[in-house]
Structure formats: C-alpha cells, structure tokens
C-alpha cells in the first residue's frame, strides 16, 4: 500500500492556543455556566412549593437553584419569593405574594 505523505497547510496544522486543554487533561474542572441567570438579594423570583423540610420551610427549585422559603406556604402553592442570601446554588427567600393556594 502506498501512502502519500503530503504536507499541512498552515490552516490544517493544530493551533496551540485553541487546544481544548480542559478536555485533554485528567483533572476535574468547573467551568463557569455563563448561561445561568444572574440573581441578587432583594430579587423576586415565582416559584412553586414542592416539599417542606424540617424546619417548616417551603422547598421549590428555580433554574438550577434550590429554594427554601420561610413563611406561611404549602406543598403546590404558586409564591413570589423575595431573596435573602444565596450560598453556591441555595436560596433562602421569605414569601412576598401568594399567586395561588393549593386546594
């Protein structure tokens, strides 16, 4: 079998600087999820009650955070949460407006 070993273009040759390092290496990263939505204290954010834990607590899930939410709430209820603290991906909010009760 005859191969034909012919040269690269300079546009076919591997860049250096746009090797995906992260992918190639055998440690764990964390990139950054630029997709994820900016939020702060003071926010409101409409969730919907799941669960209580143990505390008396409503717990909902908003784009990838996990809410907990103080005051008078119960499982399916539909609450405006006014944000208090956010530590990594939990918020802690207490109930602003209650949209709609759970029958």
């Keep these: 079998m005859y191969i034909v070993n012919r ?33 702060n204290q003071g926010d409101l954010i409409k ?25 008078e709430v119960f499982p399916g209820d539909r609450v405006n949460v006014r944000i208090e603290t956010i530590k990594g991906n939990t918020i802690v909010g207490t109930v602003e407006k209650v949209e709609e009760r759970n029958s």
């Design 7 to 39: 040269r690269r273009k300079q546009s076919e040759k591997e860049d250096l600087y746009r090797t995906d390092f992260y992918r190639l290496s055998s440690y764990p990263t964390y990139r950054n999820n630029d997709n994820r939505e900016v939020l």
């Design 47 to 71: 969730v919907v009650i799941g669960n209580m834990d143990e505390n008396g607590r409503g717990l909902a899930s908003y784009k990838n955070y996990k809410v907990f939410v103080k005051g």
